[in-house]
């Protein structure tokens, strides 16, 4: 366990100062905040954006996770979920890959208390994913695994006794993990194998033994539950189709097994890696970085998967390689970390479920290594 956080729970590294944790009284209106993970290899931090009255962003502050993430120039975690909110919106988390550990901030109106930095359990953890008071860590280093803790009220987290659970080999290429919204199943992405493991989830937060599902779409990526609970997965698609990449919904049987709904459908688009699900859980986005647009979905009543208009439904500049996605808290916007080129994209969401761009959030470095996004 590191002591050091408890002397930093309210101090926040800025710019290169130290700052006090709470930066700025945030504008009075209720605006979006979104945050963006720099994963720096020396110095990893949670940059926040804000938005003003007439629409546009601004930076309201760098917070320092105290760890240090992996560096890179594009995608370098190859993951979903290194940033994540609580459900409640209340904690934030934030996975350091390069020191191997997790830092837990605190998020007070637009600002963010380190209340916690503990070991991830594992070698190089990418993404991170919580139910109740249990948080489950991905590390996709070495021997992959699933880690659980408890979380507590003032954000601390506790190890679970036995609580480390292995992926199906090493060196799978863990990409996400997601809970099921009953929190009996956790569920995770393995690339490099193209497998999609799933975990029944014993009472006292430790998983089960490992159910190994071989995808049957070509490079799964990520997976996400829905609120309706299926599992919605983004898939590449085969390597010599370059605009191959579709998305499939699958149901969790009692036995961890996956059934098909909607299988592989296309996105019109190459490398979608990332899916993001409406608060309401009736559209899913996926990410197609590789030609810098998103595809859109209804989500059935049975978990059917429909695209929204032409399926492209937003579009990044070209070249952008639009990176993780996520959804605003109040179903409203969608953000895309664009790490090719240093922006963010924000899109106004429609009540048929397309998009219509609002702007590019400006002023990030390009092609830095830079992972991981959340929005209240």
Request: hydrophobic fraction near 40%.
């Amino acid at each position: 366990m590191l002591n050091l956080q408890r002397r930093l729970r309210t101090t926040v590294i800025a710019l290169g100062s130290v700052l006090p944790v709470i930066a700025a009284a945030a504008p009075a209106g209720g605006q979006e905040t979104v945050f963006v993970m720099s994963n720096n290899a020396e110095r990893n931090q949670v940059i926040a954006f804000e938005r003003n009255d007439d629409g546009s962003y601004f930076e309201q502050n760098r917070f320092d996770t105290f760890g240090r993430g992996s560096g890179g120039v594009n995608d370098p975690l190859e993951a979903q979920g290194s940033l994540t909110l609580s459900p409640d919106h209340t904690l934030l988390y934030a996975a350091n890959a390069g020191s191997g550990d997790i830092t837990v901030f605190r998020v007070q109106g637009r600002s963010l208390f380190v209340t916690d930095r503990e070991p991830s359990g594992g070698s190089q953890p990418v993404s991170i994913a919580q139910w109740g008071n249990t948080v489950y860590v991905l590390n996709s280093g070495g021997a992959g695994s699933v880690v659980a803790f408890h979380v507590t009220g003032g954000g601390q987290l506790q190890p679970i006794a036995n609580a480390t659970a292995f992926l199906s080999a090493n060196a799978t290429g863990g990409g996400s993990v997601s809970v099921s919204p009953d929190g009996q199943t956790v569920a995770v992405v393995e690339r490099i194998a193209n497998n999609i493991d799933t975990f029944h989830v014993n009472a006292d937060g430790t998983l089960g033994t490992v159910v190994v599902n071989p995808s049957p779409g070509a490079g799964a990526f990520s997976a996400r539950f829905a609120p309706d609970g299926k599992l919605i997965v983004s898939e590449t698609g085969p390597a010599n189709e370059p605009a191959g990449s579709a998305i499939s919904s699958y149901t969790v049987e009692a036995n961890g097994m996956l059934t098909a709904v909607s299988q592989s459908v296309p996105t019109d688009g190459a490398a979608n890696c990332w899916n993001a699900i409406s608060p309401d859980g009736t559209h899913v986005y996926a990410s197609n970085a590789g030609s810098s647009d998103i595809a859109g979905f209804t989500i059935g009543s049975a978990g059917a998967l429909t695209p929204i208009a032409g399926t492209i439904v937003g579009s990044n500049p070209n070249g952008s390689t639009n990176l993780d996605i996520t959804i605003s808290g109040d179903g409203k916007f969608l953000y895309s970390l664009n790490g090719e080129v240093g922006t963010v994209g924000v899109f106004a969401i429609q009540s048929n479920g397309t998009l219509v761009e609002v702007t590019q959030i400006l002023g990030l470095p390009a092609a830095v290594g830079f992972n991981g996004i959340a929005a209240l």
